[in-house]
């Protein structure tokens, strides 16, 4: 992708989320059913991956309905939590216990050396619940994937999942010209799609379809394997793809 390109896309959505931030949390008070599912029974390669002495590293932690969680389970290893929006991260503040051993970044990912204000050099377990695919292009991904890489244990592991919005209807009827954003199809790359926002106001957001075909070539390139995949959320079951992934 052209990095210009690549620049704006990023400035639409860092501009989605200043404008809708608090109408964005409260379409987020609760866990997704399948975060619930890797909190409660793991994945079966893997049933204590999110253990409650895991040290945690959660990109693009919003406003902190998991950490909230986490508290409420106990935890007990370290957790940092990243996001790029201030308000988010006020939110996150708020309604996670003061006894709660875990902090909050602003650090967007997009950034060159965002790895570098986190304090704690390594981690069980890296998160990225619905991030990846507001990352535009290939080589954005790329960089923020070796980073993770870096910063997860020998034995930990990698946790993400990707929106798969067109499985529902409604949600590809969400699905914008270019022109909109002042882009056309030729500057985005495959795959990469244009929604509307329409809670509290007009919106737009730049967003990524991921294949598993196209998960399995980006782990390979960053230095991890696609070790299980499945499928979750929404009516039908099937709007998040969730993965963990492992170093090699």
């Known amino acids: 992708m052209n990095p210009n390109t690549a620049r704006k ?27 619930r599912r890797i909190l409660e029974q793991g994945f079966p390669s893997n049933p204590a991956a999110l253990s409650l002495e895991a040290d945690i590293l959660e990109l693009g932690c919003g406003n902190g309905e998991l950490a909230r969680e986490l508290a409420r389970r106990g935890q007990r290893g370290a957790y940092i939590g990243l996001d790029f929006n201030a308000e988010l991260l006020e939110k996150a503040r708020q309604i996670v216990p003061v006894t709660f051993q875990g902090s909050f970044l602003l650090i967007s990912l997009d950034s060159a050396d965002w790895e570098q204000p986190i304090p704690n050099a390594s981690f069980d377990v890296i ?8 990352l535009p292009g290939d080589e954005l991904r790329c960089q923020v994937l070796h980073k993770a890489r870096r910063l997860i244990k020998p034995q930990g592991c990698f946790i993400h999942s990707e929106w ?12 914008q010209p270019w022109e909109q954003a002042g882009l056309n199809v030729a500057d985005v790359d495959p795959d990469d799609y ?7 106001g007009y919106g737009l957001r730049y967003v990524h379809h991921f294949s598993t075909s196209e998960l399995d070539g980006l782990a390979n390139k960053t230095g991890f394997q696609v070790i299980e995949t499945f499928l979750s959320d929404g009516e039908g079951g099937n709007l998040g793809l969730y993965q963990l ?3 090699v």
Do not use: C, E, M
Not at 164 to 175: A, V, Y
Not at 194 to 200: C, F, I, K, N, V
């Open 9 to 35: 896309l990023i400035q639409l959505n860092h501009q989605f989320y200043q404008t809708f931030a608090l109408q964005f949390s409260a379409s987020r008070q609760r866990l997704q059913p399948g975060v």
């Open 127 to 134: 998160l990225a619940f619905a991030v990846l695919h507001h």
């Open 164 to 175: 798969q919005f067109l499985n529902s209807p409604r949600l590809r009827g969400r699905i």
């Open 194 to 200: 244009l929604l509307d926002w329409r809670s509290g």
């Open 245 to 247: 992934w492992k170093p």
